[in-house]
């Protein structure tokens, strides 16, 4: 299985700010990555979030970035991909911030496709509930 492409959307919607523990959350905004594969499998990645300062406008094209180094890659190779592109960029890029981010739901869609292709759930892929 190959990843074929990957898309960046960004959602805003108005609501009431809210105040909470000292923070203002202003209006609803979320972050959702698409990871397609030549097998025809979607996975889908979301992040972001109300808070005020969070710039999710610069999500797309951290995305767009590493969407030429994912092409061609195999999507279940969840533990590859974070290091290549994780550990690898981080020198370019800066650690934590966008960056950080924008490989988490990335990251996100990947599991999600690994889950689809083997009929299971991700919190099945992660070890299920515990005692």
């Known amino acids: 299985m190959k990843i074929i492409d990957v898309t960046s959307e960004v959602f805003e ?3 009431p700010g809210i105040w ?13 990555v698409t990871v397609k594969t030549d097998e025809g ?3 889908f990645g979301w992040n972001g979030g109300t808070a005020a300062e969070r710039p999710l406008n610069v999500f797309p094209p ?4 590493f969407r030429d180094l994912l092409i061609g890659r195999d999507p279940t190779e969840t ?13 370019i890029l800066g650690p ?7 490989l988490a739901a990335i990251n996100i869609a990947c599991w999600d496709i690994k889950g689809k ?4 759930s991700v919190h099945q892929l992660l070890g299920g509930a515990q005692d």
Do not use: S
Not at 62 to 65: A, D, G, K, L, P
């Open 79 to 91: 533990r590859k991909i974070a290091e290549d592109l994780g550990e690898k960029h981080i020198k």
């Open 41 to 43: 499998i979607e996975g």
């Open 13 to 15: 919607w108005e609501r």
């Open 96 to 102: 934590g911030g966008v960056n950080t981010q924008v």
């Open 117 to 120: 292709a083997l009929g299971k």
């Open 62 to 65: 951290f995305v767009e970035y």
């Open 20 to 32: 909470n523990g000292g923070h203002f959350y202003g209006p609803g905004r979320l972050h959702k």
